[in-house]
């Protein structure tokens, strides 16, 4: 028989990066579903549907007539306690000790009376704690609302959080500040870069897999909370690793050959393979 003709190919060296890659959700750097703290009446609702709106914003107000009734009313004993106290002390002289004590603890539970009227006159005015975005109201001025009752969300989406799930083999490779390759499909083509910022407590027992949370800035607000997200960690980078193409690997039973040029000859050599990156893998 002739010979047999072969393609022959030079092993190179090359940048290669081991990384892993998963599925994951976005989440809003914060997020909070507005709720009142006492039942009322809806009176004003200052805000409109998806609208940014600053820290301490008036959001929703709720009748107070009521309660600022009982707050002059908690004001005017208060101012009349006071009169009292300051009267008896002023002539301490003529009055008792226990009708000055007294006096004073009147003095106190006041002042204490008109702190809490204030403070449930306050709960009618729901303001926002962070700046942010709202999402779509569900009351209407009129409506009577429940203590607790959903009134809308309100997110802060300057930056955004990335839950990932990974398998827990990983964990001795991975650490704060990597770089995380984020893709979504609704802005295909563009890929958006987070940081890992932390790793969770345990690792679930079920699918011995670890939960890993990102975070990456999203200063345009293109990307919004419970998007799903492609990402690819890097674990670790080998900047001089040698690569020869897929199709010199010849497997046999449990071991891995190439063969090699040797004065022109093929001599068939055993290798130990590694990374593998676009039709080329890594010999160790």
């Known amino acids: ?61 709720l009748d107070d007539s009521v309660l600022a009734a009982q707050a002059e009313q908690a004001r005017a004993e208060l101012g009349l306690a006071r009169t009292s106290f300051t009267r008896d002390l002023a002539g301490r002289n003529f009055v008792s000790g226990s009708a000055l004590d007294q006096a004073a603890a009147t003095l106190k539970v006041q002042q204490a009376r008109l702190e809490l009227a204030e403070a449930q006159l306050s709960k009618t005015r729901i303001r926002a704690p962070f700046a942010g975005v709202l999402g779509l109201r569900n009351v209407s001025v009129g409506e ?46 563009r890929e958006f870069v987070a940081r890992l910022d932390a790793l969770d407590a345990q690792v679930d027992a079920n699918g011995r897999s ?53 004065e022109g000859k093929a001599v068939r050599t055993q290798v130990r393979t590694g990374l593998r990156l676009e039709g080329k893998v890594e010999i160790l």
Do not use: C, W, Y
């Open 210 to 262: 670890l939960l890993a949370r990102g975070r990456l800035e999203n200063p345009d607000g293109a990307l919004r909370s419970g998007m799903f997200a492609k990402a690819r960690i890097v674990l670790r980078e080998k900047p001089q690793a040698t690569v020869v193409p897929e199709e010199a690997i010849l497997p046999v039973g449990g071991d891995t050959f190439v063969f090699r040029v040797d």
């Open 144 to 189: 009577f609302v429940k203590d607790g009752a959903e009134l809308v969300m309100l997110e802060d989406i300057s930056s955004m959080k990335v839950d990932l799930r990974l398998p827990e083999r990983f964990l001795g490779q991975l650490r704060r500040g990597q770089a995380i390759a984020v893709e979504v499909d609704a802005f295909p083509g």
């Open 1 to 61: 028989a002739g010979p047999v003709g072969v393609e022959v190919a030079r092993a190179i060296s090359m940048a290669l990066a081991d990384e892993v890659q998963t599925v994951g959700t976005l989440r809003a750097r914060e997020s909070v579903v507005m709720r009142p703290e006492i039942a009322g009446r809806i009176v004003h609702i200052g805000f409109s549907d998806g609208a940014r709106v600053p820290q301490g914003a008036l959001l929703v107000s």
